[in-house]
């Protein structure tokens, strides 16, 4: 990689912008200013030596009584001066002259102020002509548009200068711009790749501008950086694994194999082992041991160099100790749980005498549905413990009704039929079974929409709903009741298969699964 083009220092660079637009700027205006002066000089020398000349060649011809000569004189000299308006020779009037000659349209403009140059005026001149017996007035006017023009000519070529001079130099402005983007982009390349061939490209930098600066103390870090990078990485992949490992971990046993892989291969040991026991363990020369301060009485045994290990020895102390520590936890809270759920489900198949085993056979036939179906390993717990609990409302029925060997009337029908909103109710206020609820309320609906407590259709019923119905169906028509006989599972899939469709009872993807694992679920039927 090659330094890019070098830079103008952008301070320097901006004073030297400003203060040469200023320059010119201040340059224009003196210069404008001084040629609307000589404009103005050269104006007025000829307009006196012209009225001057007026002024003579009429006091002669006055004198003379040649008005009609004066006249031609007059009107002459309009067609020669491209700027005077009119000639008048009047006595007392200017509205009374006794000689004009004038142009057309000459009063077009306004009467000059103070400084006639401001804009297009008239410009009048005016002196006594001595003669006898009453002196007259002589008065010229001139136009200033002319010299107006011409000033303003000269203003906009100082304007367009000024303008050629400020686009040259935002075009430079961008260009440094350009460069120095370019020199910071090189600088944030180097410090992106991280390498030591990256850093010394920085060391070409030479200028003694902003930048520098920049660049030392990006090399003044790099090698305080990069002493810490190879720990940090070490760290990081060894968090990273070991948290990794406790939760994909079975046991204690399972994530101290797992563990003891990971230490070996990440920081290159000969040998790794967790002992558990109330003593320390006897240890050969060259081993390490760490005792873990939150698991009591377990012991790691490290054989191997490590490099940097004193740095790292009681962070990987904790990491380890706090992840089996959760490993643990986890364990404990996951039976205490499970042991639970099925507490409620032995409660709820006691209310009735053939129901035993019931909700715990429903459980696994969906999870066999679940797992042929690749749903994920959070959905499938939720169908095991959906299945085990989907009767929980069933505690909120006479039992006179539920052990009833007759057929129910359709008024004890509908008590049962609110089972699954008891269900709800009963597990709402538990918040780790938020996910369960869908299932315990929908688990009796049917895709033509004939089902309860809702008659939702086939889209609209959560699909692990749809899978413990299916297995629901299942297990209780392979079930003896007093009410009615036992169906074989052939006859079973053949009623499933009748009634599989989005406008029927049971989603076909679900029933097409059964099919599949027909034999599994045999298995788990015969163990009634």
Known sequence: ?????????????????????????????????????????????????????????????????????????????????????????????????????????????????????????????????????????????????????KLKNIKETFLEFELVLFIAMILLVLLNIHLLKSRIKFIVSSVKSWKKEGIKTLTTQTENDELTSLTDSIKEMYDEIEKERKIDRLLLNLTTKILKASANSSGVLDFFNEVSSILKNELKLDYVKFVRDYTPPPIKKGQKVIKLKENPHTYIVLEGDVPCWNEIKDIVKNIIDSALLSVTERKKGEHLFMSTILALANAIDAMSPWTKGHSERVAKIAVEIGETLGLPEETIRNLQIGGILHDIGKLGIPCSILNKPEPLTPEEYEKIKQHPIIGYKILSPIQELRDVLPIVLYHHERCNGSGYPEGLKCDEIPLPAKIVAVADVIEAMTTERPYKKAYSFEDVLSYLKENAGKDKLFDPEIVKAVDTISEKLKKILKRK
């Open 1 to 149: 990689m090659q330094f890019p083009v070098k830079s103008i220092s952008g301070k320097v660079f901006l004073f030297f912008t400003l203060i040469t637009i200023l320059i010119f700027v201040i340059l224009g205006t003196y210069v404008t200013q001084l040629f609307k002066q000589q404009l103005k000089t050269e104006f007025l020398i000829r307009v006196n030596a012209e009225f001057q000349l007026i002024k003579g060649t009429s006091n002669v011809e006055i004198k003379d009584y040649d008005y009609f000569y004066l006249y031609k004189f007059f009107s002459y000299f309009l067609q020669k001066e491209p700027d005077a308006l009119y000639l008048r020779i009047y006595e007392f009037s200017p509205s009374s002259p006794l000689i004009k000659a004038e142009k057309e349209n000459w009063n077009k403009l306004p009467w000059c102020t103070k400084d006639f140059l401001e804009r297009p005026c008239i410009l009048t001149k005016k002196e006594l002509i001595k003669t006898n017996p009453v002196p007259l007035n002589l008065e010229i006017a001139y136009s200033t548009e002319r010299l107006y023009t």
